[in-house]
């Protein structure tokens, strides 16, 4: 989906909901559009490129509200800061991680999602949301002979790899 499409998408979706998408708003979500995964900080720093006058405080309030609304979701990925990811108008995907280079790879996989019905069903839950994250070596870094590294070390750059459409 095209970014201008999606963003009027996030647009009719907030207007049924009769949240204001004020213009300070749309500058957010007219850059959140355009990005994979991001920190807050980031975020904000794209933001006030193009608009300086927008404050820190409105963009971490307008990820809250469309967090809260389901439109984005924010993961902790064990590496810095948590970083957020627009999943309006997206396939559900799950996440797996190279805890050293920080790639990160995209996946769908219908029977993992059947097993997860079965145990909802099961314990007679109804599902709000979910997130399965999955960290590990990739095969470069398992090459390299590299190990995990410590916890006080500067975290590795997030790179999304592969990406469910």
């Known amino acids: 989906m095209k970014p201008s499409e999606q963003f009027h998408?996030?647009?009719?979706?907030?207007?049924d909901r009769?949240?204001?998408?004020?213009?300070?708003?749309?500058?957010?979500?007219?850059?959140?559009?355009?990005?994979?995964?991001?920190t807050a900080e980031e975020m904000?720093?794209?933001?006030?490129q193009t608009h300086p006058s927008i404050a820190r405080g409105t963009?971490?309030?307008?990820?809250?509200?469309?967090?809260?609304?389901?439109?984005?979701?924010?993961?902790?990925?064990?590496?810095?800061?948590?970083h957020y990811e627009l999943t309006h108008g997206r396939q559900h995907h799950d996440h797996l991680m190279?805890?050293?280079?920080g790639e990160i790879i995209e996946f769908h996989d219908d029977k993992l999602e059947a097993v997860?019905?079965?145990?909802?069903?099961?314990?007679?839950?109804?599902?709000?949301?979910?997130?399965?994250?999955?960290y590990g070596l990739c095969g470069v870094c398992q090459k390299k002979g590299k190990k995990t590294k410590k916890a006080n070390a500067k975290?590795?750059?997030?790179?999304?790899m592969q990406s469910v459409e």
């Open 9 to 15: 998408e996030i647009e009719q979706f907030l207007a």
């Open 18 to 38: 009769s949240i204001r998408l004020t213009l300070q708003r749309q500058h957010v979500v007219q850059r959140m559009v355009k990005r994979e995964h991001f």
């Open 44 to 48: 904000v720093k794209d933001v006030q």
């Open 59 to 82: 963009v971490y309030r307008t990820l809250a509200l469309l967090q809260e609304n389901g439109l984005l979701e924010k993961h902790d990925f064990r590496q810095g800061a948590p």
């Open 98 to 101: 190279c805890l050293q280079c």
């Open 116 to 134: 997860q019905d079965r145990i909802i069903e099961e314990y007679g839950y109804q599902l709000v949301s979910h997130s399965h994250k999955l």
């Open 155 to 160: 975290p590795p750059k997030l790179r999304v």
